[in-house]
């Protein structure tokens, strides 16, 4: 499919060589679609946790890609990826928060793109379900995606439909699925990838590119996400507790780091790695879930702790001693302050208070 926001005219070499794109670029889809992977698979780095369990994302997260110049074709850009967490109907505070951080990303985007599990929509086509009912030019409102198009429609900027993990689904049954698709939406383009084998991430890039205005860089060009460390391994440790941990007891888990103390960054380099200390607190909201954590003689506990520890020390690049230890909170998923408080950007505010009051008083 073509898309309508491509320029035609090739650049000048002096026009490649002066101009920038940059903007935001908003990740959407529902819980599972790939979102995390791609933002990932884009950045080169670990921006995002994942797991094959949905909604492992709880708050948006930004990764920056920098996309160099093609020769009198497309100019440089900086390209900030929004990713969200799986879009689905809340049934709880938590769930209306993780909604709301996908209508925040939704305010300040100049690109949208709609992930949509190709495999996982090919199996519902062959169900008899969701296309029935767009044959009869009627909205299916118990279709699993009409909610996610719902928050799309109305947006007055490029939309992209990205068909992910195509790995999976034979190549002639793609152009049906578009088709079916493009009569729920007007897409300014359909982008098949598939992100662990990155193919199309190339026709992706360039595509966002040519869609983004000219503009300034939003981060330094070595920065791969807005995140601070603290709230990075906050998520490495929750994604242990996905890994390790099922039915309820991962959605009903939360994780907050309680201490983070750095290296000093005057000590004498040694033989030795310098050590971070980090203790975090992990919150359940009952007292099964915490015998869960902990496991027979704390075995459970101690089997993420080490799991964790180990992606944090890749992270870190510093030997890691962690300190985990379990809170049981009631219904925490539905207290909008214990909820606000888990967002990084408001332990921040709160850890910049802190240590300006330490400052003051000495």
């Known amino acids: 499919m073509v898309s309508s926001v491509s320029r035609e005219m090739p650049y000048t070499h002096a026009e490649v060589e002066r101009t920038l794109r940059s903007g935001f670029v908003a990740i959407l889809g529902r819980p599972n679609a790939g979102k995390s992977t791609l933002l990932n698979a884009l950045t080169g780095e ?5 797991t094959a369990k949905p909604q492992t994302t709880r708050n948006r997260i930004a990764g920056v890609v920098e996309v160099p110049a093609r020769k009198g074709k497309s100019p440089a850009a900086q390209i900030v990826f929004v990713d969200t967490p799986g879009v689905h109907k809340p049934a709880s505070q938590l769930d209306r928060r993780m909604l709301q951080e996908v209508h925040e990303a939704l305010e300040t985007r100049d690109v949208v793109l709609v992930l949509m599990d190709a495999s996982r929509r090919i199996q519902l086509e062959a169900a008899g379900e969701p296309g029935e009912a767009h044959q009869h030019n009627k909205p299916n409102w118990a279709s699993e995606d009409e909610f996610l198009f719902g928050l799309i429609r109305g947006l007055d900027c490029p939309v992209f439909l990205v068909l992910t993990k195509i790995d999976l689904v034979a190549k002639d049954l793609l152009l049906p699925l578009i088709e079916t698709l ?10 098949p990838i598939s992100a662990r084998k990155r193919d199309g991430l190339d026709v992706l890039l360039r595509s966002i590119v040519d869609a983004l205005p000219n503009g300034e860089r939003y981060y330094p060009k070595d920065q791969y996400t807005d995140q601070p460390m603290r709230f990075m391994v906050a998520e490495l440790i929750r994604e242990r507790i996905l890994i390790e941990t099922g039915e309820e007891v991962p959605y009903a888990a939360a994780v907050v780091i309680e201490r983070f103390e750095e290296p000093d960054p005057e ?4 033989k030795k790695l310098p050590l971070t200390r980090i203790a975090a607190a992990i919150y359940c909201e009952r007292s099964g879930q915490k015998a869960i954590l902990i496991g027979k003689g704390g075995a459970k506990l101690k089997e993420i702790g080490t799991a964790a520890r180990k ?5 870190l690049g510093t030997r890691v001693y962690l300190e985990l230890h ?8 539905e207290s909008r302050p214990f909820i606000e408080s888990l967002d990084w950007r408001n332990q921040m505010e709160r850890l910049a208070e802190k240590q300006a009051g330490e400052v003051e008083e000495k």
């Open 46 to 50: 670990k921006v995002a946790i994942v």
């Open 182 to 191: 493009t009569k729920q939406y007007n897409f300014a383009q359909v982008i």
């Open 267 to 270: 000590a004498k380099p040694g």
């Open 311 to 315: 992606q944090i020390e890749s992270l």
């Open 326 to 333: 379990v809170i049981v909170e009631p219904g925490w998923r």
